[in-house]
């Protein structure tokens, strides 16, 4: 694919192109670019905001200087209207964003697959984990139990372990 970077800008904080660079790019003549751009059958809204129509002074003869309207477009604007374009460049453009679409959405996937196995794996850890303290803590009480039951009978018998004198 040839390189864009030849006709997209920076607006603002936006990647932008507009319809002369678009037609210099697909050797078109802008009346058709924009031609093309007033037959879109996107709604309102995706027109407001992907689409900005605006004026721009062409030099003429003479240093004489026109008017001409050129409408400025988002990413997605331009990818809308190179939709409807035919010819070798539009498919290599179709091409590549139908690729750029099917390896976002690989990646999307395996993030999502990764994802959910780490997460059942955490699971299960917990679940291990909780299984684990609470038998110890079952353990530990029946434990107590026994021995609070056993006490008072050990009270009677006698030490095993009687005190010794320190030898000398």
């Known amino acids: 694919?040839?390189?864009?970077?030849?006709?997209?800008?920076?607006?603002?904080?936006?990647?932008?192109?507009?319809?002369?660079?678009?037609?210099?790019?697909?050797?078109?003549?802008?009346?058709?670019?924009?031609?093309?751009?007033?037959?879109?059958?996107?709604?309102?809204?995706?027109?407001?905001?992907?689409?900005?129509?605006?004026?721009?002074?062409?030099?003429?003869?003479?240093?004489?200087?026109?008017?001409?309207?050129?409408?400025?477009?988002?990413k997605d604007g331009f990818i809308f209207l190179v939709m409807i374009f035919t010819g070798k460049e539009a498919a290599r453009i179709k091409e590549a964003y139908i690729g750029a679409f099917n390896a976002m959405t690989d990646q999307l996937q395996q993030i999502a697959i990764t994802g959910f196995r780490d997460l059942w794996a955490q699971r299960l850890e917990l679940e291990t984990r909780d299984a684990t303290t609470f038998q110890w803590a079952s353990f530990g009480a029946k434990r107590m139990l026994e021995?609070?039951?056993?006490?008072?009978?050990?009270?009677?018998?006698?030490?095993?372990?009687?005190?010794?004198?320190?030898?000398?």
């Not at 319809?19 to 027109?47: G, T």
């Not at 039951?149 to 010794?164: F, I, V």
């Open 1 to 74: 694919m040839s390189d864009l970077s030849e006709f997209v800008t920076l607006n603002d904080s936006t990647l932008t192109t507009d319809s002369r660079r678009v037609a210099k790019h697909f050797h078109k003549q802008h009346k058709n670019v924009l031609r093309a751009f007033d037959k879109l059958d996107c709604s309102d809204e995706y027109r407001r905001l992907n689409f900005e129509p605006t004026m721009a002074d062409v030099p003429g003869p003479r240093s004489a200087v026109r008017q001409e309207r050129v409408v400025l477009m988002t």
């Open 147 to 168: 021995r609070k039951r056993e006490l008072p009978g050990l009270k009677d018998e006698p030490d095993p372990w009687p005190s010794r004198e320190p030898a000398r």
